[in-house]
């Protein structure tokens, strides 16, 4: 098993460009998540996904779409990159069905700069 | 609401030396407790978890953490420390309050070993 995994590993995005963070999993679970780490915030929430065709915004959704078109993936785009969103992005996955309680797996990370 | 509050945002500690990170929560049902640690530039990894039973839970790496309810704390400890034990551990707090799913990540506490 791969894993999660996330590509890619590092971009640099002018202000106003839009991309998509590419997360994947091999586990079979249904829940998979971003958040975003930022220094001294920890990790918070941008949305999630209960199963394929289910997403729910998180703490921070605003500037950030997803879809899951199946159990494997989640991408997460952003429209309208702005300085603000210069962070370091997590994909996390798990496996049970109670959202709160479960381990999550989480990929290697995404480290973007919005200039 | 449920939070999670790290009080120490950097330790240090000499190789050899024994560990407690610091973590209190604060969750209005039965809490599940997390503890995860990020290595420098990898995604997060649990160490261990809490749910119920046995107040003091073994998890990997030699790290244990005890639940005290009347404190509201789940603190981290290591009786004697490595220096591949340098990295960010992260406090989680999540459970399956009537329905409200929700996984709460502490802002984390960096940990440096010095020889």
């Known amino acids: 098993n791969a894993g999660v995994t996330q590509t890619p590993k590092f971009q640099v995005l002018k202000t106003g460009q839009s991309m998509t963070l590419q997360c994947a999993q091999d586990?079979?679970?249904?829940?998979m998540s971003w958040y975003r780490q930022d220094p001294g915030m920890g990790l918070r929430l941008i949305h999630y996904?209960?199963?394929?065709?289910?997403?729910d915004q998180g703490e921070v959704p605003n500037g950030y779409n997803v879809s899951r078109s199946t159990t494997e993936d989640f991408p997460l785009r952003l429209l309208s990159a702005a300085p603000s969103q210069t962070s370091v992005y997590f994909c996390?996955?798990?496996?049970?069905?109670?959202?709160?309680?479960?381990?999550?797996?989480f990929g290697p990370g995404t480290r973007l700069t919005v200039l | 609401a449920q939070s999670v509050t790290q009080p120490d945002i950097h330790i240090t500690v000499s190789e050899g030396a024994s560990l407690e990170l610091r973590c209190n929560y604060s969750y209005g049902a039965t809490p599940y407790l997390f503890w995860y640690v990020q290595s420098p530039g990898q995604g997060l990894q649990l160490l261990l978890k809490y749910f119920s039973g046995d107040t003091l839970v073994q998890g990997i790496k030699g790290f244990e953490a005890e639940f005290k309810r009347s404190q509201s704390s789940f603190n981290l400890r290591k009786p004697s420390v490595h220096w591949s034990d340098a990295a960010e551990y992260f406090c989680a707090v999540g459970g399956s309050n009537f329905g409200n799913e929700k996984l709460t990540f502490g802002t984390g506490t960096r940990l440096t070993i010095i020889p």
């Open positions: 996390a996955s798990s496996y049970g069905s109670t959202w709160g309680t479960d381990t999550q797996y």
């Open positions: 586990m079979n679970h249904e829940y």
């Open positions: 996904s209960v199963g394929a065709g289910i997403t």
